[in-house]
């Protein structure tokens, strides 16, 4: 059984950093690439930033990038996103998902398996 667990949200101020991880268990991580989405309230989840199965190639929604970072730890199976100089507009429910195909996909749809969740509450 595939899980993906997502940890290290909560509230922070504008202008303050978190970092998100998302442990894989059930699958052979090295040979997923994996993706960080966002949903804000009333609004359509988003694509984040992703990374291949090697971690070699990166890419960032243009919102986030700059102030984000994602990277992996295949021997941990685990992938991490870095968020600097976090906004309000940035407060939402952040989701990692594995991905068996090639490539980074940037939609929701390219993914196999997600996680539940963490809240990201960014006070202004």
């Known amino acids: 059984q595939v899980q993906l667990v997502e940890s290290g949200g909560g509230l922070v101020q504008a202008g303050g950093s978190l970092r998100l991880s998302c442990a894989a268990s059930?699958?052979?991580?090295?040979?997923?690439?994996m993706g960080w989405f966002r949903q804000a309230p009333g609004k359509e989840r988003e694509f984040g930033a992703a990374?291949?199965?090697?971690?070699?190639?990166?890419d960032y929604v243009d919102s986030v990038k700059g102030r984000s970072t994602i990277s992996r730890d295949n021997a941990k199976s685990t992938v991490y996103l870095q968020m600097n100089s976090l906004k309000p507009e940035d407060t939402a429910v952040y989701s990692c998902a594995a991905d068996r195909r090639a490539g980074i996909a940037k939609v929701p749809s390219g993914y196999d398996y997600w996680g539940q969740g963490t809240q990201v509450t960014v006070s202004s």
């Open positions: 990374i291949s199965r090697s971690g070699d190639i990166t």
């Open positions: 059930g699958l052979t991580f090295s040979r997923y690439a």
